[in-house]
């Protein structure tokens, strides 16, 4: 039984024919599939304009090289969280009408959210200012806003309206940074192997780069922005637990 399938059983009300009606405000979600599958039809769209965008595909010539970079990790996992979440719509829509929420875990897409949510934080606090002494001309264009901004801006958009909340643990705001980690170790290794990431470039990020700040530099980078990220995760930890606690007063 999935998160789902539990929360979609509680909070519901038996009409006088004994089928169950779901408020449209329930778990702190909105529990109207039609809606909530426009905009992941939409966030989908976008997503994918971005990633498409960002490597350009459609060119004749794609960059190949962007698949190594975290932003397009992170963005292609939203963008198969977001399929899954468009089908996932469609089949609960067929099966089990308009009303309730269709989302695979919970967990998991809050765990998504979070992985596309450090992308934006990277971006913003430690990439635009770096950009910016650079002299960087092409700062926040069409596909730096999609790829670092909206596609996370979407995803955080369909966990706060959409996803049942109250379904987080405690420590999973300890086990998101695991996805940014698990790049962290096959950049270290892939550039160790003289791999490169832009013609003569072994790490993707400056905050990686060894050669510049030493060992303990990137460390100490790495340690701080842990630390931000842990505290974005309670932060949305929070977020869970109060709107879930809201939910079940306003209820009946």
């Known amino acids: 039984m999935t998160d789902d399938s539990v929360v979609r059983t509680r909070g519901s009300r038996r009409t006088p024919d004994g089928s169950r009606r779901h408020p449209l405000l329930a778990h702190a979600a909105i529990n109207a599939r039609p809606v909530a599958l426009v905009y992941r039809i939409i966030a989908l769209a976008l997503i994918l304009t971005g990633i498409i965008r960002y490597s350009d595909v459609l060119s004749g010539s794609p960059d190949w090289s962007t698949l190594l970079f975290y932003t397009m990790v992170s963005n292609l996992i939203a963008l198969f969280w977001m399929l899954l979440l468009v089908v996932r719509t469609v089949r609960d829509l067929g099966r089990s009408g308009t009303r309730g929420t269709s989302t695979p875990s919970p ?109 303990g530099g990137v460390a100490l980078w790495i340690a701080a922005l842990t630390v931000a990220l842990v505290a974005v995760g309670f932060v949305y930890l929070l977020i869970d637990r109060i709107l879930a606690a809201l939910a079940r007063r306003a209820q009946p």
Request: proline share 8%; with cysteine.
């Open 107 to 215: 967990r998991w897409s809050a765990a998504v959210m979070m992985a596309v949510t450090v992308t934006m934080l990277i971006y913003l606090i430690v990439l635009v200012p770096t950009r910016f002494q650079d002299g960087d001309g092409g700062i926040f264009s069409l596909t730096d806003n999609l790829i670092h901004i909206v596609t996370p801006c979407l995803m955080i958009g369909d966990w706060l309206l959409f996803v049942p909340k109250g379904m987080l643990r405690r420590f999973d705001p300890l086990l998101w940074p695991l996805i940014p980690y698990a790049y962290l170790t096959f950049a270290f290794v892939f550039g160790a192997l003289g791999g490169e990431f832009t013609p003569g470039q072994k790490y993707p990020y400056p905050f990686m780069d060894l050669d510049v700040l030493g060992l």
